[in-house]
C-alpha cells in the first residue's frame, strides 16, 4: 500500500541555516511526488511537485527511486518558511486523493 | 475567486448526533475530496466525487457519507458521531482527468465531538 514518511515532527534551524525536510515514500510503480505547505492560519497549499522540477520559494525537492524518497531542501533558510510541510503521493493513476505523511513543523530561528 | 470554500468554520455537536458539512470548489472543478485531519496528524482521505459519481472512498466506517451536487458542491455527512471524530474536515478541488493535478484546499472546519 502507498505509504508515505515523515520522520521528523519539528525541525527546528537558525535562519541562513540550510534545511532539509525528510520525506521517504512506498508506492508500486512510477510515483508522482508533491510537497504541501501551511503556513499559520492559512489553508494548506502546494509548494511544489517533482514532475515539475522547479525551485518555489528556493525549495527544491529530488526525487530518488534507489532510497525511495523525496527530501526538500533549502539553502538558506528564512524566518517566513516556518510553516508545517508534508509530503504526499496519490493513492492511484492520474487525478486521484492523495496520502499524506504526518507532517513536519519547520521552525526557523532567528 | 474566492478558492474552495467550506461551511461552518467551526461546529461542535454531542455524541450521538448527526452532522453535515459543506464544500463549495472552485469554478470549473468538477473533483472535490474530503479528507479528515486529527490533531498531529496529516489529512486522511475519505471520499472522492467527479461528476456527482464517488470516484473513491478511504478506509472510514460507513457512519461516514457523502454527495455532489449538479453545481459541483459537495456534503459530506456524519451520523452517530463518536468523540473520536473530532477533527479539521478539509474538502479539496481539482479538475478530473488531468495526471499530477494540483488539490486546492478549503480552510476547513472544526469539528468537535463532546
Known amino acids: 500500500a502507498q505509504r508515505v514518511t515523515q520522520p521528523e515532527k519539528l525541525l527546528s534551524v537558525f535562519k541562513g541555516a540550510p534545511v532539509e525536510l525528510k520525506c521517504n515514500y512506498s508506492?508500486?510503480?512510477?510515483?508522482?511526488l508533491f510537497w504541501y505547505v501551511q503556513y499559520s492560519r492559512q489553508r494548506l497549499q502546494l509548494l511544489l511537485r517533482?514532475?515539475s522540477r522547479e525551485s518555489i520559494k528556493g525549495f527544491t525537492a529530488d526525487l530518488n527511486k534507489g532510497e525511495t524518497s523525496f527530501h526538500l531542501k533549502k539553502p538558506f533558510a528564512q524566518e517566513e518558511d516556518s510553516a508545517m510541510y508534508y509530503c504526499?503521493?496519490?493513492?492511484?493513476?492520474?487525478?486521484?486523493?492523495?496520502?499524506f505523511g504526518k507532517g513536519t513543523r519547520l521552525s526557523v530561528i532567528a | 475567486d474566492a478558492g474552495v470554500t467550506q461551511s461552518p468554520t467551526h461546529l461542535i455537536k454531542t455524541r450521538g448526533q448527526h452532522v453535515t458539512l459543506r464544500c463549495s470548489p472552485i469554478?470549473?472543478?468538477?473533483?472535490v475530496s474530503w479528507y479528515q485531519q486529527v490533531l498531529g496528524q496529516g489529512p486522511q482521505f475519505i471520499f472522492q466525487?467527479?461528476?456527482?459519481?464517488?470516484?473513491g472512498r478511504g478506509n472510514f466506517p460507513d457512519r461516514f457519507s457523502a454527495r455532489q451536487f449538479p453545481n459541483y458542491s459537495s456534503e459530506l455527512n456524519v451520523n452517530a458521531l463518536l468523540l473520536g471524530d473530532s477533527a479539521l474536515y478539509l474538502c479539496?478541488?481539482?479538475?478530473?482527468?488531468?495526471?499530477?493535478?494540483?488539490?486546492?484546499f478549503g480552510q476547513g472546519t472544526r469539528l468537535t465531538v463532546v
Open positions: 479539496a478541488s481539482s479538475l478530473m482527468g488531468r495526471a499530477n493535478t494540483e488539490a486546492f
Open positions: 508506492y508500486s510503480g512510477s510515483p508522482e
Open positions: 517533482h514532475i
Open positions: 504526499a503521493l496519490p493513492l492511484g493513476l492520474g487525478n486521484t486523493p492523495l496520502v
Open positions: 469554478s470549473g472543478h468538477k473533483s
Open positions: 466525487y467527479y461528476e456527482k459519481e464517488e470516484r
